[in-house]
């Protein structure tokens, strides 16, 4: 790549933000930066809520509801706005 050049992907992946088992909400297909698309459960009464970084549009959920992820797994594929 040049200097000045960019490369400008408007793809972006949500990632779990840690383990357990993954249940979406009913956000989408459009969603706001920080928007909750899903919680994480583990032991005991811990849910972690999955949070959208950017704004833009869910195109497809990686996780399916009831499956186990670890940290950093997939969880949704979306563009960015």
Same mark, same amino acid.
């Given at each position: 790549?040049?200097? $000045?050049?960019?490369?400008?992907? !408007?793809?972006?992946?949500?990632? #779990? !933000?840690?383990? $357990?088992? +993954?249940?979406? @909400? ?7 930066? $920080? ?8 032991? $005991?009464? #811990?849910?972690?809520?999955? @949070? #959208?970084? +950017?704004?833009? =549009? ?9 499956? =186990?992820?670890? @940290? ?10």
């Amino acid at each position: 790549m040049h200097e $000045g050049e960019t490369v400008w992907v !408007p793809e972006r992946v949500i990632v #779990s !933000p840690s383990s $357990g088992v +993954f249940v979406p @909400t009913a956000a989408g297909p459009e969603v706001d930066e $920080g928007e909750v698309i899903g919680h994480v459960e583990s032991t $005991g009464d #811990s849910r972690v809520p999955v @949070t #959208s970084p +950017f704004a833009g =549009r869910l195109i497809s959920m990686y996780a399916l509801h009831g499956e =186990r992820v670890s @940290t950093h797994d997939r969880i949704a594929w979306m563009r960015a706005a």
